[in-house]
């Protein structure tokens, strides 16, 4: 389609001749073209309609066209369109205020049928040729600002990703260090029980065969007080195997959870991964001075082992259950109850539920009665470095960083549900076979 078929022109002039005459110029030569016949019945068409340009008459009654090229410039709307002046006057003063006033160009009366039609023509080539140009420089300019974003978050979760698996590696090495010598005390503490239980079997035959020791035996026994050491010296054994038998979960719990760097899909219990992260955070979930700590429900489903990587899923639920905290530490005396409470609660609470949704998902559901999320910022949640904590304390990445693990990586739904005052609760719908979804 040329030029001419899609070009729009406004002719503003009060002379009926000059009117004609140019009219028929211009719609011999295939445009389209649109009368007016004063300043503010131009001003008035040029809200509803967009001329490619405007042949304007500099001497009319009411305002000139000196103001309505002024009125034209400064609307949005209209102050790209290019504006010809038509005028009989020589006077090159009256020429400048026109092209000062943003004119493009002159034409003189009366008119020479060939200079106009270049004048026109030549003007709404550059007309196009510009808004074209600005078209090419959004464009670019939006693609470049595409890549700037992608670059960061790319920048983003390789610092991130090398953080968490520093941690992955702190943590396992720890871990490591724990486990040797805490398997070496438990098993010989159950060996040392089962030593102890024979000797303590050796006195009680003594005790019924030789009721009445000598003198020395008998003060021994009191300075003792074997009575007493023989009914707790089993439960001091039974403590510290309790005892190191929970420091041999803690280190499974670590261990597991050090699993952020593995880069394989594997097919694991989300139970073992929301436990383990709740070890890493349980110091924050206690009492404090400022407040007395924050109550955990956990509503467990029976769920099948999900194809996942079992470390990103876990820095997954270490963000959101971290953030629940922040919010509950921020505002201890909210009271918001997730669905499916009855009773109103008045204590920090978080509560923890997994089910399954259908034969191919299943859910996970981990909500706080703090201070919810207002609803400006509700869309922006997942954006890069958008944060609503003080400076220091939140640098953006947590939810963005697990929102592209859930939904890119795994081909999961990650969604917020909150109003300021009402808490806030995240639901996390997962595939159990990523191949389904990817």
Known sequence: MSTHQTSLI????????????????????????????SGESALERLKSVSPDLVLLDVMMPGIDGFETCRRLKAAPTTQEIPVIFMTALADTVDKVKGLTLGAVDYITKPFQQEEVLARVNIHLKLYHLNRDLEKRVAQRTAALSNALTQLQQSQMLLVQSEKMSALGQLVAGIAHEINNPINFVHGNVTHLDRYIQDVLSLLQVYQQHYPHPVSAV??????????????????????????????????????????????????????????????????????????GGIQLIKEYGVLPEIECYPGQLNQVFMNL????????????????????????????????????????????????????????????????????????????LGLPISYQIVVEKHGGQLECISELGQGTEFVITMPIRVALTL
């Open 10 to 37: 406004l002719i503003v002039d009060d002379n009926p001749n000059n009117t004609k005459v140019l009219f028929e110029l211009l719609k011999e030569s295939g445009y389209r073209v649109l009368v007016a016949k």
């Open 218 to 291: 008998q003060a021994e026994a009191e300075s003792i007080d074997l009575d007493f050491l023989l009914s707790d010296l089993p439960k001091t054994l039974s403590s510290m195997k309790l005892g190191t038998g929970r420091i041999l979960e803690i280190v499974q719990g670590l261990r597991n959870f050090s699993r952020l760097d593995e880069a394989e899909l594997k097919v694991v219990d989300i139970h073992t991964g929301i436990e383990s992260t709740l070890l890493i955070l349980q110091h924050r979930l206690k009492a404090k001075p400022e407040h």
């Open 321 to 396: 259950i971290a953030n629940a905290i922040d919010a509950l530490e921020e505002s201890m005396l909210s009271c918001w109850l997730p669905r499916g409470n009855s009773q109103a609660l008045d204590r920090a609470t978080i509560w923890i539920r997994t089910e399954m949704l259908d034969q191919h998902h299943v859910c996970i559901r981990i909500a706080d009665n703090g201070v919810g999320i207002k609803e400006e910022f509700k869309t922006k949640l997942f954006e890069p470095f958008f944060t609503t904590k003080p400076i220091g304390k939140g640098t953006g």
